[in-house]
Each structure stands twice: as C-alpha cells, then as structure tokens.
C-alpha cells in the first residue's frame, strides 16, 4: 500500500514512504502495549494533561508551518488549513483542562462507600481519513491519551506528512515513543491488530462500506468499537425564510467548505415552497458560478481542488450517472481541464427517489435541490436516507426549528446556521453514518473502563 504525498493542485508527487514489514508492525505494537502497561497508563490524568497542553502550545507556535503540509498534501484552501490547525490545538487543550472533571470519581449516594472510577481500556487502534488531517488525529489523540490509554494511528496513506508530523509534535511535547504509534500499515496488517487480543478498542471515521467490515470484525473479537462514517446532511428552508445574501452565503459555506469533502457537510438543500425553491436555486448557481477556482495556496482561492484525481472523478461519474438517470444538472460539476484534481461546484435538480444520486453521498462540490410543498414533506424527505450523521434547519422561528430539529433522524441539528464542530459539541450519527460520539465530554466516555469499587457495608 503506497503512503505517498502527491499535490492535488498540480499531480506531482512530492514525498513516498516505505511500505512497514509485519516485523516492523509487530514491534511497534510489542512497544504500545510496553508503554501503556508500564508508563503511561499509569501516569495521573493531571500529567497526561500537562503534555497534551504542551502539544496545543507547539501547535499554535507555527500554525502556517502545519497548515501548508495541509495545503500540499489534500488541497485544502490555505485559510481553512490554517483554521483545521487552531481547531485542532483547542481540542487537545479542552481535553488538557476538562480531563480530571470528565473522568472523576463518582460516589454512588446511595451506597456509601460505594465509588465508581475511571480506567483506561488499554490499546486503542484508530483508522482515520484524509479529508481532516490534523483534527480527526485531535479528537482522538485529545480524550483518549489523557483517559490513560495508548493509541496505534493508522492514517490515510494520502497525508503521510501530516500523520508524522502530528505524531512528532506529541513526542516533542512529552508523550513517550510508543503511547501514540503512527502506522503506515496495509489493510492486511491493520486487520491483524484488530486481531490482536492487546487492542482493546477500535475507532474509525470513514465510508459507511469500510465502516461495516471493521465494526464486524471488531465486534467479532469483542472489541469496543466506535464508527463515525458518512453523511448526506439535509439543510432544509422552510416556508416564511428569507431567501437572501446571508442565507445562500451559509448554504455555499455549508457545501463548499474543504471543497464538500466533509462527511456533516449540507449536502441535500430541501426548500419549501416552489417559487423559494426556483429563487434559492438562481442564487446559488450566481454565487457558484461566481467562485475562483485556483491554487490553495492562494489567499484569493475559494474553490481548491479535490484531494485528488480520483476523488474528482468519482464524483463526476456521480453527476454523470444521476443526470442519465433524469436528474438537471442546472451548473458545473465538470472536471476541469488542467493539471490536479480540479472540478466546478455544480447543482443537480428534479432527483427522483428511484435515481441513484437520491440516496448517495456526494463527496465534493455538488449540492442536491429539492422543492417540496410542505413542512411535513420536507421532514419526510430529510429522513429518507440511509444516513443520519447531521443536518441544519432555518427557520422564521427559532423556537419552532428546534422543534423540527428534534425530527430530523441525526446524531446533530443545528438551527438557522450551517451544522460546524468545536471541542465542546458532541459529534456523531445513526444508522448508517455510525454510532458513538466524539468531542465533549462524550467523547472521552467511549474508551473507558468504569469500575465500581464496592465498599459500602453488608446489609
């Protein structure tokens, strides 16, 4: 399996790395479990922390640096790489300050000297996706590592450069070699850790199709499991909204961000009312069609390429497939022709429930539209979908959209704002976009051995 770096903007192959021997894997995970038993599953939550501080500190101290291996490696705009940095070094920061409250002993009142406390579970093996280099590393690394327990990193093999750096950051701060293994493994080789009775746990965020096999290979070897996978969010308008510069301005950042390549990205725009539907679509289309399309390095930049050639050209054949099956296509969604992964943001229109496009996830920058005549219709429709990761519902009324919100079969509504993470909100779906959550104080709950030690008196 090739671990290379290869610029989406240009197609260059910047940087390759060598294929890890069995050898070398088990070594690595012979090291892991040496550390946790030993060193840092046994350090207190408060040292932990100081550590994972430290790492926020290096983080913040030359974000450009860690933001342009971003840049070269996926694509992502220059400005948003530079955000993904900061982001990641507050999450690592509120798991450093909220560890020991999160995970303090709890007292059982009605059992007095009853307690239950917090263990960590041991080996946690974590898969994790291209698309945010930097933070999906930060929302485990965050609650886990300060929990007690040890990770083995498999990252994408698209951003080597990002996967060692993050770990030489965490080094460099003080986690011992070992508490956080990057792996640059084969899927063979990752399939033999979850095999591994020292792992303890299993966490990966990506495709609902390469989630399903390791959830039932994890679950298999009773290991603890955790799934973030896929979404095709529903940003839904409903009747009596302002169809305005604010709102398609919320909608292009709700699609476009990382060039639609986020898995809670609004991807299924569901207006009520016809004629808003027909208005909302004339202004999306003026403002996609407005976009530079360009270098991400480039501050002027607002629509990067795709992460690479193939990412583009899967959804492309997407675009293609659904408008051979009836859909419009109203703007764009063609590759460009120029070197890297480039393509045009594009809307599809009049998606039939018997088109393919209806029920697939659309990774890049294309926005679905759908004009539906009522509230209870628009409900119906966010809810037809195999995924349940987010969604965002806008509304006259904010009291009455976060009644529609608690509707929506998700893991996270947001109202009259396009659906965003931070350290402190809970992330995570239903059905086929996963189970469990991250971030938050949830986040740090998945991996933990909560042990009642009993000692009240014998009735």
Aim: aromatic share 8%.
């Amino acid at each position: 399996m090739a671990y290379e770096s290869v610029n989406p903007a240009t197609g260059e192959t910047v940087k390759k790395y060598p294929d890890l021997s069995d050898a070398q894997v088990k070594e690595a995970i012979d090291r892991t479990f040496d550390v946790f038993q030993k060193d840092w599953g046994k350090r207190s939550i408060e040292d932990r922390s100081k550590i994972l501080h430290k790492a926020a500190e290096i983080f913040r101290s030359d974000i450009d640096k860690y933001a342009r291996l971003m840049t070269l490696e996926m694509g992502k705009r220059i400005e948003e790489a530079r955000g993904e940095v900061k982001l990641s070094a507050d999450i690592l920061d509120y798991y450093a300050k909220n560890g020991s409250t999160f995970l303090a002993p709890q007292k059982v009142e009605e059992k007095p000297g009853a307690v239950v406390k917090a263990f960590p579970l041991g080996l946690i093996l974590a898969i994790e996706p291209w698309n945010f280099p930097y933070y999906q590393l930060a929302r485990i690394a965050g609650p886990y590592l300060v929990a007690g327990n040890a990770l083995l990193v498999k990252h994408s093999s698209s951003v080597p450069q990002c996967a060692h750096a993050f770990e030489e950051v965490l080094e460099q701060a003080g986690v011992p070699k070992g508490a956080y293994t990057n792996l640059d493994a084969s899927p063979a080789q990752v399939s033999s850790l979850i095999e591994d009775s020292r792992v303890r746990g299993v966490t990966v965020t990506g495709s609902a199709s390469v989630g399903a096999e390791l959830a039932a290979k994890a679950g298999k070897m009773w290991k603890k499991s955790v799934m973030e996978l896929g979404g095709s969010d529903a940003f839904i308008v409903l009747e009596g909204v302002d169809i305005d510069d604010k709102l398609i301005e919320q909608a292009v950042y709700g699609r476009l961000f990382n060039a639609g390549q986020v898995c809670c990205a609004a991807k299924r725009f569901i207006i009520v009312g016809k004629k808003q539907a027909e208005i909302f679509t004339e202004k999306l289309k003026a403002r996609f069609e407005s976009l530079k399309i360009g270098d991400p390095f480039d501050e002027k930049t607002t629509l990067a390429p795709l992460s690479s050639i193939a990412a583009r050209d899967q959804v492309v054949a997407q675009v293609e497939k659904a408008v051979s099956n009836g859909a419009t296509l109203v703007c764009g969604g063609k590759a460009l022709k120029r070197p890297g992964a480039f393509m045009e943001a594009g809307i599809l229109t009049d998606i039939s429930r018997d088109n393919p496009a209806y029920f697939e996830e659309f990774f890049g920058p294309i926005a679905q539209i759908y004009s539906v005549e009522s509230e209870a219709k628009a409900i119906e429709l966010a809810n037809d979908s195999p995924y349940g990761l987010g969604g965002a519902v806008f509304a006259k009324d904010i009291e009455h959209g976060c009644k529609v919100a608690e509707q929506i079969e998700t893991g996270m509504v947001s109202v009259n704002k396009p659906l965003w993470t931070a350290p402190e909100l809970p992330f995570g779906g239903v059905k086929h976009s996963g189970y469990g959550r991250e971030l938050s104080h949830f986040g740090i709950q998945e991996f933990i051995n909560w042990k009642l030690i009993d000692a009240s008196a014998a009735e």
